[in-house]
């Protein structure tokens, strides 16, 4: 393997583990970013719902009491105005649904089901419990966020329609008849309230988010790994590959007319310089060498004298 594949697979190595690790943190950032928003969403709607509740008690109902002794007006009733309002958004903003889930409700289509149930007895059971969030499936296959929170008879004034039959209005009795929705304690917790919001348009946002997100990184690799590529190519393995064949045709004792580009100033244009400073030497060693053969004899007998009169130092120095 040469070097630029060997310096590209340690560069890409590190860049999809890089990528991954990047990636992988982003989902998990976003998939919680996501999350907390609909949990926001959620809230917000639930404080809408409460809102309309209050503001039927506190408003319609005083208006229409008195008129609710001949026919039952469900209008006046904060939970139906509350889960009207929802029926209209939910015609608009598909998905996001409101229900109030009692135990023993005065309308049977808000009696509480299976995991409502559940729900209804964790919050009986710990009335330190002030909300439950959680994730499910719906019959249609869509996933939706639910926020859940306790309803408790806190007025007196609740048990006029939910406390004794005998006390609440005729005409409610007459419209919703004697069994369902009574004998509700004064703290008791009787239901849930319950917003669903869908998950899946948030899931695609962050998914989305996550994958410009890889794909902005990929591109600013994939311009540095081109330049880089090109300044590896041009700046190093260039020079190097001249460098290795000059070696190579002095191998072959073909030194004439070598020499190599040094203009630039770093590492290898110095390299090079003393490359070409070495060819020059050779060049100037072996044309003496070619002119005066006979020269080398007599530096052989110098060298030899010199190394006599070495060996007689050392033993003078003795
Ligand atoms: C004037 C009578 C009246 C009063 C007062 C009243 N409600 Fe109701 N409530 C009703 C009726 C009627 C329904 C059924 C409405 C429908 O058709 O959905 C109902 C429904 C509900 C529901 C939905 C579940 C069910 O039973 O169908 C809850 C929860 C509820 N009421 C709680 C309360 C609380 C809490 C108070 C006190 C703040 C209260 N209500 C005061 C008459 C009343």
């Known amino acids: 393997m040469n070097l630029q594949k060997r310096l590209s697979s340690v560069v890409l190595a590190i860049f999809l583990s890089g990528w991954l690790i990047a990636g992988l943190t982003a989902y998990t950032m976003e998939k919680r970013n996501a999350r907390q928003d609909t949990v926001h969403t959620a809230e917000v709607l639930l404080g809408t719902a409460i809102a309309a509740r209050s503001y039927t ?9 008195d008129k609710i002794t001949k026919d039952f007006i469900p209008q006046t009733v904060p939970s139906y ?3 009207q309002l929802f029926a209209r958004l939910g015609k608009k903003y598909q998905g996001y649904t409101y229900a109030e889930r009692v135990l023993n409700p005065t309308n049977r289509q808000n009696i509480a089901k299976g995991w409502q149930v559940e729900m209804i007895q964790a919050f009986i059971k710990n009335p330190e419990l002030k909300e439950i969030i959680g994730e499910r ?5 869509e996933d939706f966020l639910y926020v859940a929170k306790p309803i408790q008879v806190q007025q007196q004034s609740c048990l006029q329609c939910h406390g004794k039959p005998e006390v609440a209005p005729p005409s409610l009795l007459k419209t919703y008849g004697y069994y369902n929705g009574f004998d509700w304690k004064l703290n008791e917790i009787v239901g849930t309230r319950l917003i669903s919001v869908p998950t899946l348009i948030p899931k ?3 998914q989305k988010e996550v994958f410009s997100y890889l794909l902005m990184i990929a591109s600013v690799f994939l311009v540095a790994y081109t330049t880089v590529s090109l300044i590896v190519q041009h700046w ?10 000059l070696v190579e045709q002095v191998s072959l004792h073909r030194v004439e007319n070598l020499q190599l580009p040094d203009e630039s100033f770093d590492e290898l ?3 090079s310089k003393s490359v070409n400073r070495l060819i020059i030497s050779l060049q100037k060693a072996l044309s003496n060498q070619k002119r005066s053969p ?3 004899q007599r530096g ?3 060298n030899r004298q010199l190394g006599a009169n070495n060996k007689q130092q050392r033993t003078h120095d003795k």
């Not at 008690?57 to 009491?65: A, Y």
């Open 57 to 65: 008690s506190e408003e319609i109902q005083p208006l229409l009491i």
């Open 81 to 83: 105005s509350a889960q």
């Open 137 to 141: 499936t719906n019959m249609e296959g």
């Open 204 to 206: 695609k946002q962050a």
């Open 236 to 245: 190093i393995l260039r020079p190097l590959d001249a460098i290795s064949h």
């Open 269 to 271: 244009g110095k390299l």
């Open 294 to 296: 006979h020269k080398k």
């Open 300 to 302: 052989d007998n110098n």
